[in-house]
């Protein structure tokens, strides 16, 4: 929402204001709405905003920081879920520290043992888990030909989820149309564009090898794949694990 806000302003032709007055106007307002009680619903949106504004732009120390305020200050909560998943990639995926990542896995066990983030955050951990969801992602991969057009837009669950090395994504389109297939890290960067193409309507999949745009093989941790059309935008997770 802060990016797609600041975008949004800095495009406008009609202001007056320049980048810097603009992002000092925006971060003033976080400022304010942080510094609110904490019984004020606004705040928490503020720090996560905050959050993702530092995760996005490398500032990993500021990031979890404002994970560790949410975990402290919101506990039983959405954020707090969010959080412990946000900061238990930070210490895997930047510090290495998985005697701090485990500490803080203990505590989403206890409290969400059955949420998806939970589990996943055990995988990136590395525990041995059994997904729920595998049977069906299993069940919904067989893509059969038909000359039948699909009633609706669908992006189908990757298979296998978690991925080692690589994974299918099934999607298929009600109507011709130009088509993306692209994968992003869970910062919201983009990591590679599978599908940029002009499609007919029908069934389709693609195979995504677990590599960047350079052609790197990408590290362990949640991404997601989203289809972009000119009339429909659809967005799931898959997890890498190295």
């Known amino acids: 929402m802060y990016d797609h806000f600041t975008q949004k302003e800095k495009s406008d032709e009609n202001s007056v204001r320049d980048r810097n007055t603009i992002n000092e106007e925006l971060n003033t307002l976080l400022e304010d709405l942080v510094k609110l009680n904490q019984e004020d619903q606004r705040r928490p949106i503020a720090l996560k905003i905050k959050a993702k504004n530092a995760g996005l732009n490398r500032r ?60 996943h955050a055990r995988i990136l951990i590395g525990e041995n888990v059994e997904l729920p969801e595998q049977k069906a992602n299993k069940d919904s991969q067989q893509f059969t030909s ?79 794949y989203v289809l972009r059309t000119m009339n429909k935008i659809i967005g799931k997770k898959v997890l890498m694990i190295r």
């Open 60 to 119: 990993y120390a500021e990031l979890s920081k404002y994970n560790n305020q949410m975990i402290n200050e919101y506990p039983n909560s959405t954020y707090e879920l969010t959080s412990l998943y946000d900061e238990i990639g930070y210490q895997v995926e930047i510090l290495n520290d998985f005697d701090k990542a485990n500490k803080l896995l203990v505590i989403m066990k206890t409290a969400y043992p059955d949420d998806e983030l939970t589990i």
């Open 146 to 224: 038909s000359e039948e057009v699909p009633a609706e837009y669908q992006l189908y669950p990757a298979y296998p989820n978690p991925s080692n090395p690589s994974s299918t994504i099934g999607f298929s389109l009600p109507e011709n149309t130009h088509v993306m297939i692209t994968i992003f890290n869970i910062q919201g960067r983009l990591v590679r564009n599978l599908v940029e193409d002009y499609k007919e309507a029908g069934k389709y999949s693609v195979v995504w090898d677990g590599k960047n745009e350079t052609g790197s093989s990408v590290s362990s941790g949640l991404y997601i």
